[in-house]
């Protein structure tokens, strides 16, 4: 639970198919699970993903219909819209894929509680994106009760995730 | 450096090698000591040349597998990333290599288990086959329980306890069909079939929670970054396919080998 909800922020940015995705108007209504990571992320985006697409494929269509899942690329440089399409359709077809500049994306992290993403070198040229490891869940109310860090499992999600569509965070 | 292989701890798992420097001493304190315990017999001991060469070869593929297990790159897959890879560590460290290294001692170093009476003794009461079928299961069934197993394996000691843990039971359980130890009753082929046919029969709690839970049951593997075209349950499910079937596998080997024996004996002790 987080110690005081987290109220949404507006932002548009860009979804896979090249289309404006108006954040608030286009989640109105629905349990929204929002993080913040990149495809390259060798750890905690693709475990997230993995776990939170698993459970959501067991559940009944009437509590998979109300949860929206957001993934906001923090590597836009080599996150392409194509490429992000492609790696959410490993966990989930209906994973909602943003895409907007660096900067864009860091006020709305930071606006959201979260730290800004920063780029960490390696070897070779190339990089890591270091990023939040929470999924904020924001309710129909627009807002977000609780954060799920690193470490949450498909047990916890399946447990949650009907009680925050039924409005039951307490 | 690291001494013995732990879960992945965050890493995503690439190819590079790791070297594991326990494991190598561990490998090479037995096969030293074994060494030494061969040395220390006349060549007069030994049934023959052949049968010389029979025990040294058995035990030294116990070794191998035993190295195989707890080695780069089984040993980091099975301990983080894939549960399947895991059940084939199981496998290979108590059930297929304990009674490779028992065949590699020679019936003179059984025998010779008697100039020590307190080792016997206490070799005698864990390994009578009713104590050592259950001590086995026991062991086999804690070593994999999800609340257990988890935090073990973050840790290179707790890791090491599991290894030895598997390697100790798997040890006890072949001790009563393979170490012929002359003081003791012998050990009826009829038995060591219903032996071997229960413990391949056998369905131990470990393997419902694998395949019938409806989420990953370990930690370790639902939160290790995942390997493309696997998902943590689908593995797990692997798990409990390779430690049903396989274990029933090993024993089934096993009973064709007793039964093998026994029709010969029969005929020896006819003719």
């Known amino acids: 639970m987080m110690p005081r909800p987290q109220e949404k922020v507006d932002f548009t940015l860009t979804d896979t198919e090249g289309e404006p995705f108006d954040f608030r108007a286009r989640t109105e209504g629905y349990v929204t699970l929002v993080f913040f990571g990149y495809t390259y992320c060798p750890d905690v985006c693709p475990i997230h993903m993995a776990n939170i697409g698993a459970v959501l494929d067991d559940f009944p269509l009437e509590v998979r219909s109300q949860i929206k899942v957001v993934f906001v690329t923090t590597d836009p440089e080599r996150d392409t819209p194509e490429r992000l399409r492609l790696w959410l359709d490993n966990f989930d077809t209906s994973f909602i894929g943003l895409h907007g500049s660096r900067d864009e994306v860091n006020e709305i992290q930071v606006a959201l509680g979260l730290p800004a993403s920063v780029i960490e070198e390696t070897e070779g040229g190339e990089y890591l994106v270091g990023h939040s490891a929470r999924v904020l869940a924001f309710t129909k109310d627009n807002l977000a009760h609780v954060a799920y860090p690193f470490g949450t499992r498909q047990a916890d999600w399946a447990h949650d995730l009907p009680k925050l569509v039924d409005e039951r965070w307490e | 450096?690291?001494?013995?292989?732990?879960?992945?701890?965050?890493?995503?798992?690439?190819?590079?090698?790791?070297?594991?420097?326990?494991?190598?001493?561990?490998?090479?304190?037995?096969?030293?000591?074994?060494?030494?315990?061969?040395?220390?017999?006349?060549?007069?001991?030994?049934?023959?040349?052949?049968?010389?060469?029979?025990?040294?070869?058995?035990?030294?593929?116990?070794?191998?597998?035993?190295?195989?297990?707890?080695?780069?790159?089984?040993?980091?897959?099975?301990?983080?990333?894939?549960?399947?890879?895991?059940?084939?560590?199981?496998?290979?460290?108590?059930?297929?290599?304990?009674?490779?290294?028992?065949?590699?001692?020679?019936?003179?170093?059984?025998?010779?288990?008697?100039?020590?009476?307190?080792?016997?003794?206490?070799?005698?009461?864990?390994?009578?086959?009713?104590?050592?079928?259950?001590?086995?299961?026991?062991?086999?069934?804690?070593?994999?329980?999800?609340?257990?197993?988890?935090?073990?394996?973050?840790?290179?000691?707790?890791?090491?306890?599991?290894?030895?843990?598997?390697?100790?039971?798997?040890?006890?359980?072949?001790?009563?069909?393979?170490?012929?130890?002359?003081?003791?009753?012998?050990?009826?082929?009829?038995?060591?079939?219903?032996?071997?046919?229960?413990?391949?029969?056998?369905?131990?709690?470990?393997?419902?929670?694998?395949?019938?839970?409806?989420?990953?049951?370990?930690?370790?593997?639902?939160?290790?970054?995942?390997?493309?075209?696997?998902?943590?349950?689908?593995?797990?499910?692997?798990?409990?396919?390779?430690?049903?079937?396989?274990?029933?596998?090993?024993?089934?080997?096993?009973?064709?080998f007793v039964f093998g024996e026994w029709v010969r004996s029969s005929k020896r002790s006819d003719a």
């Open chain 2, 1 to 256: 450096m690291r001494l013995w292989c732990t879960s992945s701890q965050g890493v995503a798992w690439d190819w590079t090698w790791q070297p594991y420097v326990g494991v190598w001493l561990f490998i090479l304190l037995i096969a030293v000591a074994y060494w030494l315990h061969l040395r220390r017999f006349e060549p007069s001991a030994w049934e023959d040349c052949t049968q010389r060469r029979r025990h040294i070869v058995f035990f030294a593929l116990g070794l191998f597998l035993l190295w195989l297990a707890l080695d780069w790159p089984i040993a980091p897959l099975g301990m983080g990333y894939l549960a399947s890879v895991h059940m084939v560590q199981y496998m290979l460290i108590a059930l297929i290599a304990p009674p490779l290294l028992l065949l590699g001692f020679p019936a003179a170093s059984y025998e010779k288990l008697s100039d020590r009476p307190r080792a016997l003794a206490t070799l005698r009461n864990t390994t009578q086959p009713l104590v050592a079928f259950l001590i086995f299961n026991v062991i086999i069934t804690v070593t994999h329980w999800p609340a257990l197993v988890d935090p073990f394996m973050s840790s290179q000691l707790g890791t090491f306890a599991l290894d030895m843990a598997w390697l100790v039971a798997g040890l006890v359980f072949w001790w009563p069909l393979i170490a012929a130890v002359p003081a003791w009753p012998r050990f009826l082929p009829l038995f060591q079939l219903a032996y071997l046919g229960l413990n391949g029969i056998i369905i131990r709690p470990p393997f419902f929670i694998l395949l019938f839970s409806k989420y990953p049951a370990y930690a370790t593997y639902e939160l290790a970054p995942p390997i493309p075209g696997t998902s943590a349950l689908s593995d797990q499910q692997l798990a409990a396919g390779i430690m049903k079937l396989g274990t029933a596998a090993v024993m089934v080997v096993a009973m064709v």
